[in-house]
């Protein structure tokens, strides 16, 4: 794989105690809304977190993640992501132009 794809980790090796969080991107925890895609996870990341994989833990939807302009699957790795932090924190700087959002996270 290459050194920045990012698969999900194992089930049972994140250390979050929700079953699911909300997307990195959108904040929203919609887990099978067809705009949006499956919500997938846990990626582990570089990052300050302390878990099993040494970084920050997300999750994402499908459509969030794939829509962004840096972030591209990874065949051969099911559900793998290349380019993803760069691309959480690049949405992080973002925000929605919508009157009245301002949002940020959007990509």
Do not use: I, M, Q
């Not at 878990?51 to 591209?72: K, Q, Y």
Request: glycine fraction near 12%; charged fraction near 15%; include cysteine.
């Amino acid at each position: 794989a290459p050194r920045h794809a990012y698969a999900p980790l194992a089930p049972g090796r994140h250390p979050l105690a929700v079953p699911k969080p909300p997307c990195a991107f959108c904040d929203s925890a919609a887990s099978n809304d067809p705009a949006l895609g499956a919500l997938r996870g846990p990626y582990a990341l570089p990052g300050p977190a302390k878990t099993p994989a040494g970084g920050a833990v997300v999750f994402v939807h499908d459509n969030c993640a794939l829509w962004t302009p840096n972030v591209f699957a990874y065949s051969p790795v099911p559900h793998a992501l290349c380019g993803l932090p760069g691309e959480l924190e690049r949405a992080r700087k973002l925000a929605c132009r919508r009157k009245g959002c301002g949002v940020r996270g959007g990509a």
